[in-house]
């Protein structure tokens, strides 16, 4: 039995289709990459997981439990065993890092606050931000806002990591950081963790398992080699960075505009 | 012709979607209520809720009290040029004490609020949506209407009667003084006068007023930053509109009281 499973997951938006019958199983202790380039509905999957929107139909079931169908108490209790690291780190700025870090611990725990110190001071150093508690988010530095990120996502000890583009932004070598950190977290303390990325260097580096997708489905799921293996044309495009043939986008695009224009006569 | 009939029908389409939501937002809030409330709900919240009233309230103070006494010397001079015709310029005490407990005291400083705080709450809490913020709340299994709204209307039911309060207060001084200078009417005599004029009906009327008007105001900036869609630009313009809109639901229901209460004064 995976960890998350998504089953036949169809989302709309104003009626068009980003995610299309989509069927993933995520392993527990793996990391799972979910790659895949701008507007493939990555992130659109990302937040039906992270049950912040409700799917068309499907189902997404996070250690047994159907997210989609569940009592808000069910989702709250789940979410304490999710930690999330978002694109743009999300933390709050009017907290400072320590406090960003303790939120959940004060208030989902009744740990001691001189535990709860010790536990931020350890979440820090773990991605090294151990000397900044004190600082405010605005204060930080791109690259240093998402591994905090990262920090308030270990607060409660999740099962699950997710992080959504987290080198997203960052130079190379923050980003080679944030890839290694992944990887100690995942050795060190056996989590699963679902990364959303469009960086095929990144993701080759971390993953145990990459996800393909394309136009709201999956076009492949396997191992590293399994991918490398994979002869589908997009997945080769994607893999040797070809540009999309523009004449097809551009057609498209005009048959769209013509129906546009036609639907308002 | 059946352009400007699909226009009335969806905005009246959207105004009555603005109001449900407001609605919604506001059951919402009030059962989320208890976790801001102190000894019985969280510590967390309370603090917070107490970090808004010193916002709304205490940092308002100065502001408000300015414009209370401006609008005071106002009153009190358009009266009087009026009433000094028909030698009856002690009826501007009446017209000051009178006017400020019932009317202006809660109109100014929700005036006030909305363009302070209503405008913050609308700014903040877009922000938080901008940057993913009130997401970060949600999988972090907190309630963004507990954490972040309940706090605020609290704060604003506390702080803006007591505002008007003190608006009100400081309203019939200005009146006070200019009665000083123009007819050397001791200011003691002054809230003499104007103790026998005011009547507790006219205080309940006035709180209940403000009551109203904290909840519209925080309603409305929060619901302004909760509907904010994309990016910073967004950001201001839903604060221009929680300023705009929370104003003129506040003279609507202003004007709906007033009624009210002049229809159930007379009996």
């Known amino acids: 039995m995976s960890l998350i499973s998504v089953r036949d997951l169809v989302v709309e938006y104003d009626g068009r289709r980003v995610l299309d019958g989509l069927n993933l199983d995520i392993e527990a202790g793996e990391i799972t990459v979910l790659l895949g380039g701008s507007g493939s509905g990555k992130s659109t999957l990302l937040r039906q997981i992270l049950g912040l929107e409700r799917p068309k139909s499907g189902s997404i079931s996070i250690k047994g439990t159907d997210i989609t169908l569940c009592s808000p108490a069910d989702l709250k209790a789940i979410r304490r065993s999710v930690g ?80 959504d583009e987290p080198s997203a932004g960052l130079d190379p070598i923050v980003a080679a950081e944030l890839d290694e950190l992944i990887v100690f977290l995942k050795e060190t303390f056996q989590i699963t963790a679902l990364v959303v990325t469009h960086e095929m260097h990144s993701a080759f580096r971390i993953a145990d398992r990459i996800a393909m997708l394309f136009d709201g489905k999956l076009l492949a799921v396997g191992t590293k080699d399994e991918i490398r293996a994979n002869q589908n044309p997009r997945v080769r495009q994607f893999l040797n960075r070809v540009p999309a043939k523009h004449t097809a986008a551009l057609a498209s695009y005009l048959e769209r505009y013509v129906q546009g224009q036609e639907a308002k006569r | 012709m059946a352009n400007l009939l699909e226009i009335t029908g969806r905005e009246t389409l959207s105004q009555l979607d603005y109001v449900g939501s407001l609605n919604i937002q506001l059951w919402a809030t009030l059962r989320g209520m208890r976790a801001a409330l102190p000894l019985v709900g969280n510590r967390h919240r309370w603090r917070a809720a107490v970090h808004q009233m010193l916002d709304i309230g205490v940092h308002a103070l100065p502001m408000v009290a300015l ?163 994309g990016g910073p630009d967004a950001v201001g313009r839903s604060t221009t509109s929680a300023v705009v809109r929370s104003t003129f639901l506040v003279i609507v229901a202003d004007a709906i009281f007033t009624t009210i209460f002049y229809f159930v004064g007379k009996t």
């Open chain 2, 67 to 229: 414009m209370a006494m401006c609008s005071g010397f106002i009153l009190a001079m358009q009266g009087a040029s009026e009433l000094r015709r028909f030698g009856a310029l002690h009826f501007v005490i009446d017209l000051v004490a009178v006017g400020f407990t019932r009317e202006l005291g809660p109109l100014l400083t929700a005036i006030a609020v909305s363009g302070r705080s209503g405008s913050a709450f609308a700014a903040e809490i877009g922000t938080m949506k901008v940057t993913e913020e009130i997401d970060a709340l949600k999988v972090m299994a907190f309630e963004p209407v507990e954490f972040v709204l309940a706090p605020k209307y609290l704060a604003a039911l506390v702080a803006v009667p007591c505002l008007s309060i003190v608006a009100a207060f400081f309203g019939i001084f200005a009146g006070g003084l200019f009665m000083f200078f123009s007819t050397h009417l001791g200011l003691l005599l002054y809230f003499r006068y104007v103790l026998t004029s005011i009547e507790l009906r006219d205080v309940i009327a006035a709180m209940i007023k403000s009551v109203a008007f904290a909840t519209i105001i925080a309603h409305v900036g929060c619901l302004e930053g909760l509907r904010v869609r």
């Open chain 1, 84 to 163: 999330v690291a978002f694109q743009s780190a999300a933390l709050f700025n009017s907290l400072s890092l320590e406090e960003n870090v303790a939120l959940t611990l004060r208030e989902h725990t009744a740990l001691a606050p001189s535990v709860i110190d010790l536990i931020v001071w350890l979440k820090l150093a773990v991605v090294g931000l151990a000397d900044f508690g004190k600082l405010h988010p605005q204060e930080l530095s791109g690259g240093m806002k998402k591994r905090a990120a990262v920090a308030r996502a270990l607060a409660l000890d999740p099962e699950i990591l997710v992080l």
